[in-house]
């Protein structure tokens, strides 16, 4: 069996600066199509995929600051998308509840069965 470091370290530095692009571009693109789907159940502006992306890249990028990185999203959200400040919490909250359920089946429906734990999971 192959040693994920190994692995890793076997692909050099220029495969492990793509690998860690790559999984930003793809969180990324996640994280857009989760606010997309969060921002469609309420009454919104620019809620095109580019504007949403936009939104999401600039989320990603204040929400590192502590103390003030969610309400900033907040503010970026209502800025951005014309929500009313409470419905752009409400928005950020669903966003990363879709992601969670997602996140959860995908474990129970693909991980668990390829790793063979399916057996765990009741009928």
């Known amino acids: 069996m192959i ?8 692909l050099g530095i ?3 600066l793509v690998l860690i692009f790559g999984i930003i571009i793809l969180a990324l693109v996640l994280g857009t199509i989760f606010l997309k789907i969060a921002l469609s159940f309420f009454d919104s502006r620019n809620d095109e995929f580019g504007s949403v992306f936009v939104t999401a890249l600039i989320m990603a990028l204040v929400g590192w600051i502590p103390c003030i990185g969610c309400i900033l999203s907040w503010v970026i959200i209502n800025s951005r998308h014309k929500t009313g ?3 752009a919490i409400v ?6 509840l879709l992601a969670i359920i997602v ?3 995908i474990v129970i429906f693909l991980i668990f069965p390829l790793l063979g734990l399916a057996s765990i999971i009741p009928p």
Request: charged share 5%.
């Open 85 to 87: 400040f409470g419905t």
């Open 103 to 105: 996140a959860f089946l």
């Open 14 to 16: 220029i495969g492990i």
């Open 3 to 10: 040693n994920p470091i190994d692995w890793i370290i076997g």
């Open 91 to 96: 928005v950020w909250l669903l966003s990363g």
